[in-house]
């Protein structure tokens, strides 16, 4: 393939991505359609102090149907399906919001982890430049200076690195997470039948 056509076909493509146009209901929130035509392995089969949790399937469709999306986008999941009754509808509800819950979870704690990582490499990193001028003032040692000078500038970048760009990531899924948390989740019927039911 030549180089101008993969040029054309990369033209088309952001072209279609910003012309793309998310369905939205009446609060402009985003709509991620869910059809459901068995949901015996809708809920994992593992929950934690006896709260149902979505199972891993369900998950990466959530993921795989919003991954793509501004993260400041609201949502709302529309469930189409005939087999899911009113109670499993409430059950539903509280394990979609709990997938999300504990997805926030993680990511909070990820971001106090790398914000202590970055302030101890950043320490480290100073007390390593203090040294190298130490070293190099009171014993005049070239090799060993030069050496303690690139592993602190190894250090301070590793900070910045982990509180700058590694923290973004985790912010930007921590947004998602909080709009999953918000998501509107609404059941539709479905006009075919379900496998099982």
């Known amino acids: 393939m030549k180089t101008t056509e993969r040029r054309r076909i990369r033209r088309e493509l952001r072209k279609q991505i910003r012309s793309?146009?998310?369905?939205?209901?009446?609060?402009?929130?985003?709509?991620?359609?869910?059809?459901?035509?068995?949901?015996?392995?809708?809920?994992?089969?593992?929950?934690?102090?006896?709260?149902?949790?979505?199972?891993?399937?369900?998950?990466d469709y959530l993921a795989e149907k919003t991954d793509y999306l501004p993260p400041?986008?609201?949502?709302?999941?529309?469930?189409?399906s005939n087999c899911i009754t009113q109670e499993e509808q409430e059950i539903y509800r509280v394990a979609i919001r709990e997938y999300y819950m504990n997805q926030y979870i993680r990511n909070r704690r990820?971001?106090?982890?790398?914000?202590?990582?970055?302030?101890?490499l950043a320490a480290a990193g100073l007390l390593l430049l203090v040294?190298?001028?130490?070293?190099?003032?009171?014993?005049?040692?070239?090799?060993?200076?030069?050496?303690?000078?690139?592993?602190a500038w190894v250090f301070v970048w590793e900070a910045v690195d982990v509180s700058v760009?590694?923290?973004?990531?985790?912010?930007?899924?921590s947004m998602?997470?909080?709009?999953?948390?918000?998501?509107?989740?609404?059941?539709?019927?479905?006009?075919?039948s379900c496998a099982g039911k």
């Not at 392995?41 to 998950?59: K, M, Q, R």
């Not at 998602?176 to 075919?192: H, Q």
Request: include cysteine; proline fraction near 5%; glycine fraction near 4%.
């Open 131 to 151: 040294l190298t001028g130490f070293l190099d003032e009171r014993f005049g040692m070239p090799i060993w200076t030069e050496a303690a000078d690139i592993a």
């Open 176 to 192: 998602r997470s909080v709009n999953g948390i918000d998501m509107l989740v609404e059941f539709l019927p479905l006009e075919r």
């Open 165 to 173: 760009f590694r923290n973004y990531s985790v912010r930007i899924e």
């Open 110 to 120: 990820e971001r106090i982890r790398n914000t202590v990582l970055s302030a101890v």
């Open 20 to 59: 793309r146009i998310y369905p939205r209901d009446a609060d402009d929130r985003i709509i991620i359609p869910l059809t459901v035509t068995d949901d015996s392995d809708f809920l994992s089969v593992f929950s934690e102090y006896g709260t149902p949790h979505i199972c891993a399937d369900v998950a």
């Open 72 to 80: 400041t986008e609201r949502l709302h999941l529309q469930i189409r």
